[in-house]
């Protein structure tokens, strides 16, 4: 039996976290006997596990008060994520996000053990300071493979990493809406969702603004951001500062966010930057229409523009608001936007997805 190690640094929501839970899952429920290793401790989890899946929480999350302080955790949780490593016996370790890919290459230098790592965000635009970004010039050669989302992300790793090391796998659909047949989306609540963690890259200060500029043109429609993070408290005070503050929602951490898709019309992305969002697919999946921004990378990969969503110009607000304010008058477009979004079932298959991957491990592992 093939054994695998996943290793994160938490399961405590975000996509990257929501995708090595799911990598773990399957891998697990066919055949293969996969160990979950994150620095996190267990009691922040927000992602069911296959019940095979072996669990390894290092609870070694905190945080450092000075550099040198950072430097000593870091050096600890290397240690022990190595010994976890080496105590799983696996035959291949895959590493996600770019920090912790760092880290477990650090930690795993010296041992035989082939390791995958994958980047999962646009490290063109996401920065992880000097340092972090030295290290990884560093060692992500050492990387027996190195797996990016998109092909802008594969080019930024090709300068420091061989060309014969580097694989292009997308995310993908991980669990296709069963929906009635019998029903659309114009019956749904009229409602335009976002979700994602309240952070300054997800842009909700420009989509806020945007639904500000075409609220009282539609006032009938409602706002609801699902997710939560560090500007939580700035976006409340934009929220009661704006002219429509009963009419946009922050609904923190949502536990079933498919209840949250089928009560909702359209769903925005004003993100800066993104890897690949797996919230595109979800809610294409649930047959909702996007308005996002055109940022790198991952929009332009998912959706085809006037065919199942719209792609406005990056951080151009009053662009997005006009677009949010064509789509809202226009039944018809919606419902067209709509009926074809749910391809990405097909487009973005779990099988295949699962396929690339194991090409990569079969390289890899040898």
Excluded at 34 to 44: E, H, K, M, S, Y
Excluded at 326 to 353: C, I, K, M, W, Y
Aim: charged share 20%; with cysteine.
């Amino acid at each position: 039996m093939r054994r695998l190690a996943v290793v994160i640094h938490s399961l405590n929501g975000g996509g990257a976290e929501r995708n090595a839970a799911e990598m773990a899952n399957w891998w697990s429920s066919h055949g293969t006997q996969v160990t979950l290793i994150t620095l996190d401790g267990a009691a922040q989890d927000r992602y069911r596990l296959h019940p095979q899946v072996d669990r390894v929480a290092l609870d070694l999350m905190s945080e450092s008060q000075s550099r040198w302080q950072g430097l000593r955790e870091n050096l600890r949780r290397s240690r022990q994520l190595r010994q976890a490593i080496e105590d799983a016996s696996v035959d291949a370790v895959i590493s996600l996000t770019d920090k912790m890919n760092v880290l477990t290459l650090f930690a795993c230098r010296g041992l035989e053990v082939p390791i995958v790592i994958s980047e999962q965000t646009n490290p063109g635009t996401h920065e992880i300071g000097r340092l972090w970004n030295w290290l990884r010039r560093r060692l992500y050669p050492r990387a027996h493979a190195v797996v990016t989302l998109t092909e802008t992300a594969r080019v930024f790793c090709s300068a420091f990493v061989p060309q014969e090391k580097l694989h292009v796998i997308g995310n993908c659909v991980w669990s296709p809406a069963e929906l009635a047949p019998e029903s659309t989306i114009l019956d749904r609540p009229q409602q335009i969702l976002a979700v994602g963690r309240l952070a300054e890259e997800k842009g909700y200060d420009m989509l806020l603004h945007a639904f500000d500029m075409i609220a009282d043109q539609h006032p009938d429609w409602q706002l609801a951001i699902a997710g939560d993070g560090p500007l939580r408290a700035e976006l409340e005070t934009w929220i009661q500062r704006s002219g429509h503050p009963e009419r946009i929602q922050l609904l923190g951490w949502v536990d079933n966010i498919a209840e949250q898709y089928r009560n909702a019309q359209i769903l925005t992305l004003s993100s800066r930057y993104e890897g690949f969002p797996s919230v595109v697919l979800e809610a294409m999946s649930y047959a909702l229409p996007v308005v996002s921004f055109d940022c790198e990378t991952g929009p332009a990969e998912i959706i085809r523009h006037d065919v199942d969503g719209l792609l406005i110009p990056p951080n151009d607000v009053a662009a997005f608001a006009a677009a949010l304010q064509s789509l809202l008058a226009d039944r018809a477009q919606r419902l067209r936007l709509s009926t074809a979004a749910v391809s990405v079932n097909e487009r973005f298959g779990v099988e295949n997805h699962f396929s690339a991957w194991d090409k990569v491990l079969e390289q890899a592992v040898g």
